[in-house]
T-cell receptor, first 114, second 114 residues
Framework: GENVEQHPSTLSVQEGDSAVIKCTYS??????FPWYKQELGKRPQLIID?????GEKKDQRIAVTLNKTAKHFSLHITETQPEDSAVYFC?????????????FGAGTQVVVTP | NAGVTQTPKFQVLKTGQSMTLQCAQDMNHNSMYWYRQDPGMGLRLIYY???????DKGEVPNGYNVSRLNKREFSLRLESAAPSQTSVYFC?????????????FGEGSRLTVL
């Protein structure tokens, strides 16, 4: 089955700096890679996703890149703000026909200090 | 429009007791999922239901059963709770189309088994 590894487990950045979180996956058939943000005590919420036929996707200050050959994908947050402090989870599909069946990484705690 | 609603939000059980976690969505989604979240392990899929009348096992189904009561409701039952089932449980739903990915999560149910 799919296995997703996520690094780093914690990330401290100064406000205004960039943050990068990296994930690797094992199943070359995986074709959908979402990123979820979870604030303390809240539910996970999708912030960006990418399909396997796309190399990069941007949405304002966040971007995701995908390298299918190397089987890794990354989340980039630019101009970080205190409200970016949260746990971020990457994920990959466990089955190509149901994008709700996800294998999640262990999460990255991002702390943005003013 | 409440989205995905889970009950109860908190529950303490003794080993061997049984209980049912309830989940309901009002977004007319066909697919529903139960995930558990443990520190340092991300979210793991317990069971899912691709459509009304169907259920199937996810990554960690042992010790659980599910019922897709109708299109709106998907319940998770612990028949004989064990301390290893102490976790935060999230219900999620999404539209049926295979290549739509966003999962809509409930607020979570925190379960402690003593």
């Amino acid at each position: 089955g799919e296995n997703v590894e996520q690094h780093p487990s914690t990330l401290s950045v100064q406000e205004g700096d960039s943050a990068v979180i990296k994930c690797t996956y094992s199943d070359s058939a995986s074709n959908y890679f979402p990123w979820y943000k979870q604030e303390l005590g809240k539910r996970p919420q999708l912030i960006i996703d990418i399909r396997s036929n796309v190399g990069e996707k941007k949405d304002q200050r966040i971007a995701v890149t995908l390298n299918k050959t190397a089987k890794h994908f990354s989340l980039h947050i630019t101009e970080t703000q205190p409200e970016d402090s949260a746990v971020y989870f990457c994920a990959a599909t466990m089955t190509t026909w149901d994008w709700g069946k996800l294998q999640f990484g262990a999460g990255t705690q991002v702390v943005v200090t003013p | 429009n409440a989205g995905v609603t889970q009950t109860p939000k908190f529950q303490v059980l003794k080993t061997g007791q049984s209980m049912t976690l309830q989940c309901a969505q009002d977004m007319n989604h066909n697919s529903m999922y139960w995930y558990r979240q443990d520190p340092g392990m991300g979210l793991r899929l317990i069971y899912y239901s691709a459509s009304e009348g169907t259920t199937d096992k996810g990554e960690v189904p042992n010790g659980y059963n599910v019922s897709r009561l109708n299109k709106r409701e998907f319940s998770l039952r612990l028949e004989s709770a064990a301390p290893s089932q102490t976790s935060v449980y999230f219900c999620a739903s999404k539209p049926a189309a295979a290549n739509t990915g966003e999962l809509f999560f409930g607020e979570g149910s925190r379960l402690t088994v003593l």
